[in-house]
């Protein structure tokens, strides 16, 4: 007997600018959970969840319990801190 599969399907609305709305098909193979940012990064888990909801580092979005993050949204933070300026706490 066979099991039917099922696919989440989300769209984002997309505004042209002229009051177009389109809507873009995103898929859940483009979501990336705080464990895989996590270890991609090097560091703790905890660590990547305090940035992540309590000092706003990058979007996610919240599902349940779970925290999510747009594969583009981590791209462009990625991006973002390679040429990021570091200033040592506590120095002038």
């Known amino acids: 007997m066979s099991r039917t599969v099922y696919k989440a399907v989300i769209y984002t609305e997309m505004d042209d600018g002229k009051g177009n709305l389109t809507f873009k098909r995103v898929t859940t193979s483009r979501w990336v959970t705080v464990p895989q940012i996590a270890a991609s990064v090097g560091v703790a888990p905890q660590t990547m969840y ?26 462009a933070w990625l991006e973002n801190c390679r040429n990021a300026e570091y200033e040592r706490p506590g120095v002038k």
């Open 50 to 75: 305090r940035s992540i909801v309590d000092d706003g580092i990058m979007p996610f979005y919240r599902i349940n319990s779970q925290i999510r993050v747009r594969a583009e949204d981590f791209a």
